[in-house]
Every structure is written in C-alpha cells, then in structure tokens.
C-alpha cells in the first residue's frame, strides 16, 4: 500500500515564528502536492512538485516556500507564520501518468496563535 | 480557468437507501479526468473513483457509480445501499490531461448517514 505521511497531526505555533510541515511518501512517485482545506473552500493547491529540487507554485502560494531534496520528501515552510495561515493542510503524492491516482497523508491541523 | 462546483454542502441518506451527489465543472478542454474523494472524519483522504472524459461509459465501483454527462459537464455520484461508513466529505476533482498532475477540488458535500 502506499504511505504518506505527514510529521505533526496537530501543530500550534506563534505568529512569527518559522513553521516547517514534512511530508514523506514511500512509494518513489514523482509528483508531490500540498493542499491547504478550509471549511466552505474545499481543498487548495499551495505548491507541487514534479521532480526532486523542482517546485511549481499552485493556486496559493503567497506566505509559503517549498523544499524537495529528495524524491521521498517535501517540505511545506511557512517563513512567517500567521494567523490567517490557521487551517489543514494535506500533502499528496502521485506517480505521473494517464490516471495519476493522487494519495493523500493524514493532514496536519496548524493553528497559528 | 477550470473550475469545480458542488451545489450541495451537506445531504443525508437513511442507511440502505441511495443518495446522488452532485458536482458540475467547467473547462474547454476535451480530455480530462474527473475524480470522485472521500474524506471520513479525522481520516485520511481516499480516492472513490475515476472518470477518463473519453470514456463514454460510466465508472462503477462497487456500490459507487457516477453519472457522467460531458456535454452538460456534469458528474455526478451515486452511492448505493449506503452504509454508516459511508458518512464523510465527498470531493469531487477535475485534472487537464496535460497537467502535471495537479487537480481543482470542489467544496465539498458532507454526507451523513442515518441508521
């Protein structure tokens, strides 16, 4: 079975502060995704990536940076955390392809204080 | 742009009866895919079932099946004889074939499930 996991389940942290969220799928897939999901705005698309060290920005991206060293990991880095940066966030991963089937970690539940 | 729309917050279904999940998109492309994720409570996201736009025959997964009328672009979810465990946010998805994978989400419908 695929795996992806995520490294915090729930997370608080203080504005300001430098808030990293680690992804890691055992399954060697190219793409990786991060999403953010809020109540009444469904699932979006914070940044991908297709390949190690590459990194495209999605719907979302203003207050994030990614990071992908490797082809198993991608890091999610909120520079300065804020408030309005409170929410859910997924990360999916998926191997390229016609049906790219997208799998998903258990999402990190980060609240800013 | 694409976009995905799902018309209906919440529904409720006795359990054994059937519900229709509705989602309508919007692209001009002519290839896509359309997909159908469930996200139970406190739980993992898992994919319930794909749709290739030029397929013309339905998918079916078990008591999963859509409705999928490209020119109305409309995709619709049917699930059969529900089960408790079917109470969950219900998304639905489209991908450009030409993308690098990347998929619009919808706002998702949460279904309940009575007994």
């Known amino acids: 079975d695929v795996k992806v996991t995520q490294s915090s389940r729930y997370l608080v942290k203080r504005t300001g502060e430098k808030v990293f969220l680690e992804c890691v799928q055992d399954?060697?897939?190219?793409?990786m995704f991060w999403y953010r999901q809020d109540p009444g705005l469904g699932l979006r698309l914070i940044y991908f990536?297709?390949?190690?060290?590459?990194?495209e920005k999605g719907d979302i991206p203003e207050g994030y940076s990614v990071s992908r060293e490797k082809k198993e990991r991608f890091s999610l880095i909120l520079e300065s955390a804020s408030t309005n940066q409170t929410s859910m966030y997924l990360c999916?991963?998926?191997?390229?392809?016609?049906?790219?089937?997208?799998?998903f970690g258990p999402g990190t539940r980060l609240t800013v204080l | 742009a694409q976009t995905v729309t799902q018309s209906q917050p919440e529904m409720s279904v006795q359990e054994a009866e059937t519900v229709t999940l509705s989602c309508t998109y919007d692209?001009?492309?002519?290839?896509?895919?359309l997909f159908w994720y469930k996200q139970p409570p406190s739980r993992q996201m898992i994919l319930v079932i794909r749709?290739?736009?030029?397929?013309?025959q339905n998918a079916t997964e078990n008591r999963f099946s859509v409705n999928f009328q490209k020119a109305a672009k409309s995709f619709s979810l049917k699930i059969s004889d529900s089960q408790l465990g079917d109470a969950a946010m219900y998304f639905c998805?489209?991908?450009?074939?030409?993308?690098?994978?990347?998929?619009?989400f919808g706002k998702g419908t949460k279904l309940s499930v009575k007994p």
């Open positions: 749709q290739e736009a030029y397929k013309q």
């Open positions: 692209t001009s492309e002519s290839d896509y895919y």
């Open positions: 998805a489209y991908r450009s074939k030409g993308s690098q994978g990347n998929l619009i």
């Open positions: 999916a991963s998926s191997y390229p392809g016609s049906t790219d089937t997208q799998y």
């Open positions: 399954m060697d897939h190219e793409n």
């Open positions: 990536s297709y390949d190690v060290k590459m990194k």
